[in-house]
């Protein structure tokens, strides 16, 4: 089995592949803080729910956007299942040539996704990634990583809105049930839901504009299932890119371990 981890700002996703299948995941919130012995505890508790032990776990892969969480993910990688992890960003295969200004600069998450959209629907793609930020990256018809652009997500852009008004106050992110909002709360709502809309049809347009061929836009990430819903630019919701995508990498890697 091969045990990858997706860790992000504001969450960890955890996957169990066992050969080509995608048998486990779960979630849990980043703190960094938080000591490896901890993470290992928590990671092994996890497991037991899925009736994975330690020793069923023959390798491991990290895609990281943190990179102080990086040795803490290793020692749980060592002390927990006796290995030390694949580690995306260390000079490791992704059968993708990056076309970016500085590839350094990417975030390990950028480049996975666009790898699992790629094996997975194809090229022209367009990943669209609902994080912490609103991450778009753009792949050309012959498999090139483009590049992208990069929003405040909008769990961010909403608690600026809150701390900085004073009349206004927490509203729960979702969509209203109109644009025209006949109260504050509704008001708030569709500015910051239908404005996420208006964002993402946006850059979409503008990517494709730029790309040529039959381009397919897919969604992952927090709220990618409701964005989704309020908008036709979205072709596929796919909540699990980024770890089928740290498995291609891994395969496409195997050989050097």
Excluded at 19 to 31: A, N
Excluded at 129 to 142: I, L, S
Excluded at 152 to 166: C, N, T, V
Excluded at 181 to 197: D, E, P
Aim: charged share 20%; with cysteine; glycine share 10%.
């Amino acid at each position: 089995m091969l045990l990858a981890f997706d860790i992000g700002n504001t969450s960890i996703h955890l996957g169990i592949f066992e050969s080509e299948i995608l048998k486990h995941t779960w979630r849990i919130g980043v703190e960094q803080e938080k000591l490896p012995d901890e993470y290992g505890v928590l990671i092994l508790s996890l497991l037991a729910t899925g009736k994975v032990l330690p020793e069923h776990i023959d390798d491991c892969i990290i895609g990281c956007d943190v990179p102080p969480l990086i040795p803490t993910f290793e020692t749980v990688c060592k002390k927990y299942f006796g290995m030390d992890p694949m580690i995306v960003g260390h000079g490791l295969r992704t059968g993708v040539r990056i076309l970016y200004d500085n590839p350094k600069q990417l975030g390990a998450d950028r480049i996975v996704d666009a790898v699992a959209a790629i094996r997975k629907y194809g090229a022209p793609v367009i990943v669209v990634d609902f994080g912490t930020a609103t991450v778009f990256d753009a792949v050309n018809e012959q498999g090139d990583y483009l590049g992208g652009a990069i929003a405040p997500g909008i769990g961010i852009a909403s608690e600026a809105l809150f701390s900085r008004a004073a009349m206004l106050y927490r509203v729960q992110l979702e969509r209203p049930p109109v644009a025209i909002g006949k109260n504050t709360i509704h008001a708030m709502q569709s500015g910051i839901f239908f404005g996420y809309v208006g964002l993402v049809e946006g850059i979409v347009a503008r990517f494709k504009a730029e790309l040529t061929g039959d381009v397919k836009v897919i969604a992952t990430g927090g709220l990618a299932r409701e964005i989704a819903q309020a908008t036709n630019c979205i072709d596929v919701i796919d909540g699990d890119l980024t770890l089928e995508g740290l498995r291609f990498i891994y395969e496409l890697n195997a050989d050097v371990r």
